[in-house]
């Protein structure tokens, strides 16, 4: 059977599926008695092991009249079955009170110990159970003090129930006394400490557990804020930009009217060619104000460099050739009609891919390649997987970036490996471009 397990909250889980559920999906499956996120269900395990414990070592007839009596004494079977009952469902509470659970455990230990008149057979696992469960669930001089308690009954049980040639304590001579006392104690406090330690060391794994579960949960929060904030930081890039554009077109626009009403009366048709071209500019406007619907401005003043172009990526590709060992750039199709944020676009694409080359795969062979489409530009910057070791690891939020521009265009943009182990970014702008908000 394949089965997988999961920590929840310092619990293992399991499926049988080989799924990681909760819970409550696999009590619906019928598996959630394998939950021991649940106390009763370790608390019955122990429980369970108990009674071929007792009646195991009963069987080995270590103790011969004490043996007889546990397997052929119907009321001693009874009497045992029902301390270990009492004993296992008091271990369902360890958690909520795990020192009343402890105290009430040595308690119920001592006397199925009186009862069989064995220290070996009343000392089940559930006894060492409720040891471990306090160590994890208390520390300090409280775990201390309930550890020496639980020595001592055990010692002073031991001694009691030990009998030497045939005598009891009473009957010892008083120089016997000291080997008595001290082999019984040298092994209580032994195993004292081992199960002690060893509940030490399950709740520095659950502790451990758990910060390392916040931890994640820390660095995928960490990593949403940082997505996000270059959302946002994009999104105010583009606006600035594309205020730009207009700003541009609007310029454009205000001078040919102003000529145009110079010359209105003096040289009508000189006026009509300019008012056409202010029609045209207008709208080109109108598209490039369309583009930056829905985008919110919150960064500073407009820059006073010009507007990137896609005729400008000649220029930041032959920048690129002195860092990249070889680059090539292909341009298929007519571009400089295309409306400002369209080429805008493109270009910042362009920009980041490469700037990703630089980080990521130095010393690469690249390709930029622009082909104009029916309704659409075709970006692509491809590059092999250089052996120079990255600068730095950018965390992929220059791909959020690209994709939320030519998302925001209407557009779309994939990166990834491609099937010749190159890595590849790909985007389709339209040429009529919109925000889609």
């Known amino acids: 059977m394949n089965v997988n397990h999961r920590m929840r909250n310092g619990e293992w889980m399991f499926d049988s599926a080989g799924q990681n559920v909760s819970g409550q999906a696999l009590a619906s499956r019928g598996w959630g008695r394998f939950n021991l996120n649940n106390p009763a269900t370790a608390a019955v395990i122990v429980g369970l092991l108990s009674v071929p414990w007792v009646f195991g070592l009963a069987s080995l007839k270590t103790e011969p009249e004490t043996s007889n009596r546990v397997l052929s004494d119907p009321g001693t079977v009874v009497g045992i079955m029902g301390f270990l009952t009492v004993l296992t469902v008091v271990a369902c509470a360890r958690r909520r009170y795990p020192i009343a659970y402890y105290l009430l455990t040595l308690a119920g230990s001592g006397g199925l110990m009186l009862f069989l008149g064995s220290r070996s057979l009343g000392a089940t696992p559930l006894f060492w159970f409720a040891i471990m469960a306090v160590s994890i669930r208390v520390s300090g001089m409280r775990l201390v003090g309930l550890l020496v308690l639980g020595m001592a009954m055990d010692v002073i049980l031991a001694m009691y129930l030990t009998e030497r040639d045939g005598l009891t304590v009473a009957e010892v001579q008083v120089g016997e006394l000291p080997h008595l006392f001290l082999e019984p104690a040298a092994n209580t406090v032994t195993s004292f400490l081992v199960v002690a330690a060893m509940g030490k060391i399950v ?19 960490d990593r949403e804020r940082k997505i996000a904030n270059a959302v946002v930081a994009e999104r105010q890039d583009m606006a600035r930009e594309l205020h730009d554009v207009a700003a541009h077109h609007m310029t454009g626009m205000i001078i040919q009217a102003r000529a145009a009403d110079k010359f209105f009366s003096s040289n009508p048709e000189q006026a009509q060619a300019l008012l056409g071209g202010v029609i045209e500019q207008g709208q080109r406007a109108l598209n490039s104000l369309r583009q ?8 500073e003043e407009d820059p006073d460099f010009p507007t990137p172009m896609v005729s400008d990526i000649d220029e930041l590709v032959d920048d690129c050739r002195r860092t990249i060992s070889s680059i090539s750039l292909e341009k298929v199709g007519r571009f400089d009609d295309l409306d400002s944020g369209v080429q805008l676009t493109c270009y910042r694409i362009v920009q980041e891919a490469l700037s990703n080359v630089l980080r990521h795969a130095p010393g690469s062979e690249s390709k930029v390649c622009l082909s104009r489409e029916a309704g659409a530009v075709r970006v692509r910057v491809i590059n092999t997987l250089g052996n120079a ?16 521009r030519a998302t925001l265009m209407g557009g779309q943009l994939d990166a990834g490996p491609n099937s010749e182990g190159e890595w590849a970014v790909q985007a389709l702008v339209p040429v009529n471009g919109r925000i889609n908000a």
């Open 389 to 404: 070791r990255p600068s730095s690891d950018g965390q992929n939020l220059g791909i959020v970036g690209m994709r939320e």
């Open 203 to 221: 709740a520095r794994l659950r502790k451990q557990a758990v910060e390392n579960s916040q931890a994640v949960a820390d660095l995928h929060r």
């Open 292 to 299: 930056i619907v829905g985008i919110l401005r919150l960064g």
